[in-house]
Every structure is written in C-alpha cells, then in structure tokens.
C-alpha cells in the first residue's frame, strides 16, 4: 500500500556538508527536479522540540559521531569540494541551537523565498564560516533577502513555528529518515549525495519499480546513521 504522501521529497539539513554538496548538484545539475519536489528540514532537536516530538508520539533518530568519522568526514569533504570548483571554509559550532536556522527556514518559505533562504544560509555556513545558529547571523541574512530581521532571527521563540517544527520532525520519523541528504520517492529511499542521480532518475519515472518498505530495511538491529561516506545526520 503506497505511503499516503507519495509526493518525491528531499531531506536537506543546513548542519551537514553532505546536504550542502546535494544541494549544489540538485539545482546545478538537475534544476527541474530541484523545482519539482518537496524541500523538507532535518536538524538534531534541542530538549524542547524533542519533548514536544516526544509528546506527540514521534522520536528522533540521533547517533553520536565518533572522532574518527569526524576527522574522515572532513578528508571526504575536501575531496568532494574539490571536485566541484567549491572552497569550504569549515565553520566552528559553539553550543549551536539548530531550530534557529531551520524555523527560521519556515519563516522565509512562507514569504517564497524558502529556497533563496537555503542558498543564503548555505553560502554564509559552508563558504563564509558564519555561525548560523547566531540570531544576529540570522538577522543579517534575512535584511539580505528582504525578509523580517526580527521574525527570521526569533522564529525559536515563536510557538506556531515551534508547532510546525514538530510536525516535520514527525514527517522525518514516519519517514524513516536517519541522516541526510535524504531522498523519498514513493517506496524508494535513497541516502547520500551520491545517491542523488538514482534518486532524480527515480523521480523521472526512469528507476526501476518501486520497491516495498518492508523489503528494502536494513537490519534494525544495526541502529541509525552507519557511517555511509555521503551523508551524515
């Protein structure tokens, strides 16, 4: 039986490096598909969202990373930029509260500038080195796209936007996303950037079959995020 929303979506989280390099080759390479599937957050919860994720009968499906992935993560990313023509500049994370970015994103998508807001925070996180879990960093990207500086950078502390927010991460959880980027069409899933051009043929009706959920889950017994060199939770 087909999930109810059978909608092609992609998980995307401003944190990861892996969603920022998915991103660049989903609108670089394939901006038709880029304009043609639901754009959802993922972002690791702060207590309040994961009472409220808890409450609502969702959880959140976290994995601590060990050192020798992070240290990994940052060869592999280097590689991957690289081969892109892209320059990181590795930004440093002080205490970071992930919802201000990532409700701030519902602020902009309710503007229609969803999209041009990722890019920004995309460019000021993984190019500029910014801190964008500061509400100032926040406040000065928002000005920059003609947004609300105020309701941009304080959308934390807005209740319908923290209502909001726990219904996506619901929409992760019944999902079954573990890291990202992430890509659902129908029953297929499919995880890592490199997964990105199955998952567009997928979407451009070229994949082979849908293949059930039941028959495509790995061993539960193995948790979530395994260490898969194109994306990371």
């Not at 598909?33 to 754009?39: K, M």
């Not at 976290?62 to 992935?69: D, L, N, P, T």
Request: with cysteine; hydrophobic share 40%.
């Amino acid at each position: 039986m087909p999930r109810k929303n059978s909608f092609p979506r992609w998980y995307f989280s401003l944190r990861s490096p892996y969603s920022w390099l998915a991103y660049r080759d989903l609108v670089d390479r394939h901006p038709e598909v880029a304009a043609a599937v639901e754009w959802r957050p993922f972002w690791e919860p702060d207590a309040r969202s994961e009472r409220m994720l808890a409450d609502a009968g969702g959880s959140f499906p976290y994995v601590a990373m060990s050192r020798a992935k992070s240290l990994y993560i940052l060869q592999d990313v280097r590689r991957l930029t690289r081969e892109r023509g892209l320059e990181p500049t590795w930004p440093v994370d002080r205490d970071p509260v992930w919802e201000v970015p990532h409700l701030a994103y519902f602020v902009a998508l309710d503007e229609g500038l969803g999209r041009e807001f990722v890019d920004r925070a995309y460019r000021a996180r993984w190019q500029e080195g910014r801190d964008i879990c500061d509400r100032a960093t926040m406040a000065e990207l928002a000005a920059e796209l003609g947004l609300p500086p105020d309701r941009v950078s304080n959308a934390v502390d807005d209740e319908e936007l923290r209502r909001r927010g726990t219904a996506a991460l619901l929409d992760i959880d019944e999902d079954g996303v573990f890291g990202v980027p992430f890509f659902v069409d129908r029953f297929n899933k499919f995880w890592g950037v490199d997964r990105l051009p199955a998952f567009v043929r997928s979407v451009a009706g070229t994949a082979a079959a849908p293949v059930p959920v039941a028959a495509a889950e790995p061993d539960p017994g193995l948790g979530g995020d395994q260490g898969h060199a194109g994306g990371c939770g």
